[in-house]
């Protein structure tokens, strides 16, 4: 399923398409959060919190903040309803997430700097 969603979302972009980089990872991010739970043999609703701590690291990957990576997938996965047994899961999955990026020292992106180039520009 990974390599059909990277795949995917390569031609998307290859031919131009307006496809941004969120939906894909939190796609990726959610699949190898379900393939843990099937490897651990877990039931389904525990499964679905194994797909938000997924969805928790990858947020917190591509966008380095993990505490609304934790929000947003204890929201997202349950339709806008806090799960709040999948909160603590979700808050080590995404710290832990954060800490290895730390420590491979892989550069994330600069929002900010990013948004004040581009006001530079239109001035």
């Not at 934790?70 to 954060?98: D, H, K, P, Q, W």
């Amino acid at each position: 399923m990974i390599t059909l969603i990277f795949l995917s979302t390569v031609i998307t972009r290859l031919f131009g398409e307006s496809t941004g980089r969120t939906g894909a990872v939190l796609q990726i991010g959610g699949t190898i959060g379900d393939f843990f739970g099937k490897v651990l043999k877990v039931d389904g609703n525990n499964r679905r919190v194994f797909v938000m701590c997924g969805i928790s690291s990858a947020f917190t990957v591509l966008f380095g903040s993990p505490v609304s990576a934790t929000v947003f997938s204890t929201e997202a996965a349950r339709n806008n309803i806090m799960s709040y047994s999948a909160f603590l899961l979700c808050v080590v999955s995404s710290f832990i997430s954060g800490i290895m990026i730390d420590c491979f020292k892989i550069i994330r992106e600069d929002f900010l700097s990013t948004i004040f180039q581009s006001y530079l520009y239109y001035q």
